[in-house]
């Protein structure tokens, strides 16, 4: 049965090319080769390149484009010369066909995701959760460029140089922030060279004492005042014998411990004790109790046996413990001692913040050049704290960190499933705009993160967490354009209500209601029709509504007013508002572009606007609108889009009701091209969500999974928006069933080889 479908498949392929050749082409060569052909061609569309079927479908968007004017008869232009309307039928048929010609055997492929830079608000996240500190790079770094509606995406995330020196001076910043290096350790009461000593030994020329038999050498000083103390002593031994170099340490005359000396002149060692002071005059005294000398050994390593003495002091009184910052905590989790070495405990900290910053294990090789940089910092005379810095400094500006790198497929191979690290990066980047968490980076350590049902778990916890407001803030904010309702500044003159607290409670109005949707997890459909929305007093006042107090937002029904779902948000008719005037062109493209995937296709060139902006309409705007539509070129575009847009015709450009456009009373219908009507926003809802449902969903699912892969779609990636939408459908089209049908995606879950 397979090897029958695969040969059917294979003959439709073929009677598909020769059709290509034999029909296609020349009807293009004949109505479209004068404006799109050669390096010349209008609009940078060239259909002299496309040279077979196949390269029709792997350049789906182009051809749906051709599609979209075709069906309105914008192409050719009405100056050239027509196709009959049988031969127009026949290329949109074959050409729908061609685009939707998509095996998903045949043509599955995950795709190719580019190495992504971290956007600022990725960094500032991953900083805040990596480091502890809220470091906000907006005022500093350059913009991230836009790419498919979205700042995440990889193929435009350059990385340039100007950048690169901000990375540099945020990374001294940041640790400067994160981790304190003044004050930390006791003030010194007396620090002397061996060379200052007094008592026995001979000193050599480097200031070390040598003490080569039984004797002793030391200091005189003051306590301040009655406390603890520490003394701290360098020292290193000559071995000889079968004992080890012995040092007593003696307070005042009496002993108080004996050290035993394994140190070597090529890393002399540090010997501390700890204890209680009174205030006054004391002595301390470091001396040498077990010499050894045999001439006579074989050996001339082993004959003498003899304590070298570098320096001493004594540090203190020792105050109440210093709180230090939570990062400091965090970062510097251990401290050397007497039982941990300086070297030892640096090392397990560059690994922990290392392994976390570039979201998997670090090498070796990694630790080996960051702890160069530790021994640097050292030989500058910095303390254990500021040579930690200087290492997670250059941590701060590596590629592993600032990038999310994912290793291409072995060579000859297409394709390779995300190791779990990589997963759990992708998974955290997708939901969060942040760093995986402990308990990601614990399954990916263990490789259960696919493991039963632990990926579907992981998805829903985050999906709880409060850090999946990233979601709101970096996939709403620009799905839904609120970053560019931001920057809208509607006429003062004629909306004198408008300000900057109204404006701030517009968009949070759409961000607590899409919040909401994901929280509750309730149908993206809501999204189109909820009966209730998230609103203060003021925002209440401006729509007209009653019984709403104070500047806490609150749920509020909606039932029995002309509002509901994202169409009657103030942000969304804001933004697609002119600053003067609404515009149903804009309010209807928003709705095709952002909420069917319908995009209409660019205005022809020269087309004059409707109206300057700061003119009064001697009309209605209806009357304006279909004098502009009495342009041929004009009309074929504007009939879905104006229909769209005046059935919002009651929200004026700020979002409040009126029955009045000045003297004309509002007419909202709209009558779609395949005839379908409405008027008014609540007919509208009801319309989109009983005949373009799948449409809505559709779009959604494909946009998520653009900012979730941080690329474009292609046409291969139709069959895993197709999985995602049989789940969709058979979850109630809950916003959970939306985000694992994305994760547990083929292109989610996997990286193709780069694209020649």
């Known amino acids: 049965m397979m090897a029958a479908g695969i040969a059917a498949a294979q003959s439709d392929s073929k009677a598909t090319e020769r059709t290509f050749r034999e029909r296609i082409e020349p009807l293009i060569a004949k109505y479209c080769a004068d404006c799109h052909a050669g390096d010349t ?9 496309f040279k077979s079927a196949r390269q029709v479908l792997v350049s789906r968007d182009t051809w749906l484009g051709v599609i979209a004017k075709l069906r309105v008869s914008a192409m050719p232009p009405k100056d050239s010369d027509q196709p009959t309307d049988a031969e127009r039928k026949f290329l949109l048929d074959w050409i729908d066909a061609a685009v939707n010609d998509i095996d998903c055997v045949r043509d599955a492929e995950p795709g190719h995701v580019t190495m992504r830079r971290l956007n600022r608000h990725e960094y500032r996240n991953t900083i805040r959760d990596l480091v502890g500190i809220d470091y906000e790079p907006t005022e500093e770094f350059p913009a991230d460029d836009i790419g498919y509606g979205f700042d995440n995406i990889g193929d435009v995330l350059s990385l340039p140089p100007i950048l690169m020196e ?51 050498a030391g200091i005189d000083f003051t306590v301040p005042q009655t406390g603890g103390y520490e003394i701290v002593a360098t020292a290193f031994g000559q071995q000889a014998g079968d004992e080890t170099v012995k040092m007593s340490l003696r307070v005042d005359g009496k002993e108080v411990t004996v050290f035993e000396v394994e140190a070597t002149r090529d890393e002399p060692g540090t010997y501390k004790l700890q204890g209680r002071s009174t205030q006054g005059k004391h002595r301390v005294e470091l001396a040498f109790v077990n010499d050894y000398y045999n001439p006579k050994a074989s050996d001339p390593n082993d004959r003498d046996r003899n304590l070298i003495l570098a320096s001493l002091e004594v540090r203190g009184p020792r105050a109440a413990k210093r709180v230090l910052p939570a990062s400091h905590q965090r970062i510097l989790f251990v401290q050397p001692n007497d039982k941990l070495s300086r070297d030892d405990a640096a090392r397990k900290v560059i690994e922990r913040f290392t392994s976390r910053a570039f979201r998997r294990p670090a090498t070796s090789n990694e630790l080996d050049r960051l702890m160069q940089l530790v021994k640097v910092a050292e030989k500058a005379g910095d303390n254990f704290e500021a040579s930690i810095q200087l290492a997670l400094q250059a941590v701060l500006v590596s590629p592993h960190f600032l990038f999310r790198i994912e290793e291409n497929p072995d060579a000859g191979s297409l394709e390779r499933s995300l190791t779990d690290y990589e997963l759990a990066t992708r998974l955290s980047y997708f939901l969060w705009n942040s760093m995986p968490d402990d308990e990601l980076f614990r399954h990916a350590w263990q490789g259960t993160l696919r493991k039963d049902d632990n990926l579907d778990h992981q998805v829903r916890r ?58 509750k997890d309730r149908s993206v459909t809501d999204l189109l029709v909820a009966d209730y929305s998230f609103i203060n007093q003021r925002l209440a006042r401006h729509y007209g509504l009653p019984n709403v107090k104070g500047e806490r937002f609150q749920r509020v029904s909606l039932a029995g007013t002309p509002r509901g779902g994202l169409l009657t948000h103030g942000s969304i008719l804001t933004v697609t508002s002119n600053p003067t005037r609404t515009s149903p062109v804009k309010r209807g ?10 995009p209409p296709p660019p205005p022809p060139p020269n087309v004059p606007e409707l109206v300057d902006e700061g003119k009064e309409l001697t009309g209605t705007l209806r009357e304006q609108m279909e004098q502009h539509r009495e342009n041929p070129t004009c009309s074929v575009c504007h009939e879905t889009m104006d229909a769209l847009g005046f059935a919002l015709e009651n929200f004026d450009a700020v979002g409040a009701w009126r ?52 690329r474009g779609l292609e046409f291969y990636d139709q069959c895993a928006v197709d999985k995602i939408l049989v789940e969709l459908s058979q979850n109630e089209y809950r916003f959970s069933s939306l985000v694992l049908g994305v994760v547990r995606s083929e292109p989610f879950q996997h990286q193709g080889a780069k694209a020649e």
């Open 41 to 49: 061609a209008e609009g940078g569309l060239s259909f002299d390149k």
């Open 659 to 710: 029955l009045f456009d000045g003297k004309h009373p509002v007419d909202a219908s709209g009558q779609l091209p395949d005839g379908g009507s409405f008027n008014g926003p609540a007919e509208l809802a009801t319309y989109l969500r009983g005949n373009m449902q799948d449409k809505f969903v559709h779009c959604m699912a494909e946009k998520l999974l653009t900012y979730a892969l941080g």
């Open 166 to 216: 901000k990375y540099l001076d945020a990374a001294e910043e940041i640790t400067d922030r994160a981790i304190v290096t003044r004050g930390l350790g006791l003030p010194v009461v007396v620090r002397k060279s061996a060379r200052e000593f007094s008592g026995d030994g001979s000193a050599q020329g480097d200031g070390d004492r040598v003490l080569a038999s039984h004797g002793a």
């Open 589 to 598: 493209r928003w709705i095709l572009e952002n909420l069917l995937g319908e």
């Open 462 to 519: 985050m999906l709880g967490d409060a850090k999946a407001k990233a979601l709101v803030d970096g996939f709403a904010a620009q799905w839904l354009q609120l970053r560019k309702f931001d920057e809208m500044i509607p006429s003062e003159r004629h909306f004198p209500s408008f300000d900057d607290r109204l404006r701030a409670d517009m968009r949070r109005e759409t961000e607590l209601f899409f919040s909401y949707i994901v929280q």
